[in-house]
């Protein structure tokens, strides 16, 4: 079994969207990542080095989705895929979900979301 390591519920501000005023006016977003990779050498050794920084993967996704405009979810989390396997290569697996809480749908909903989990196998060829 994989250990986890869980970013859940960062908020931020993104202009991504199939409609032009999504582009425009932008919207919050809210991403949870959940990283697996084997933790015992951290557990053991109590070492930053032995594990995953999450504070510089936030900013990592931070960076993403705050960044260039994509029409749609499963693009952007795509791009968090590609650049969290290749900056943090302890990351053997990763879920990705995407909320997007305030899409311009008519009728009440609390949010949509996607979720995708990839490999690391799937982005980086070794």
């Known amino acids: 079994m994989k250990d986890c390591i869980v970013l859940e519920g960062m908020e931020f501000f993104g202009r991504h969207g199939v409609m032009a005023e999504e582009n425009v006016l932008g919207q919050?977003?809210?991403?949870?990542?959940?990283?697996y990779l084997d933790l015992r050498a951290a557990g053991a050794s109590d070492d930053l080095n032995d594990t995953v920084n999450y504070g510089k993967v936030y900013s990592t996704v931070q960076r993403i989705v705050q960044g260039e405009p994509v029409k749609l979810l499963e693009h952007l989390a795509d791009r968090i895929f590609t650049a969290v396997f290749a900056e943090y290569p302890m990351i053997e697996d990763l879920r990705v979900v995407v909320h997007?809480?305030?899409a311009p749908i008519d009728g009440v909903f609390n949010d949509v979301k996607i979720k995708m989990k990839r490999q690391r196998s799937e982005y980086i060829k070794e």
């Open 28 to 35: 919050r977003f809210i991403i949870d990542l959940s990283m």
């Open 100 to 102: 997007k809480p305030g």
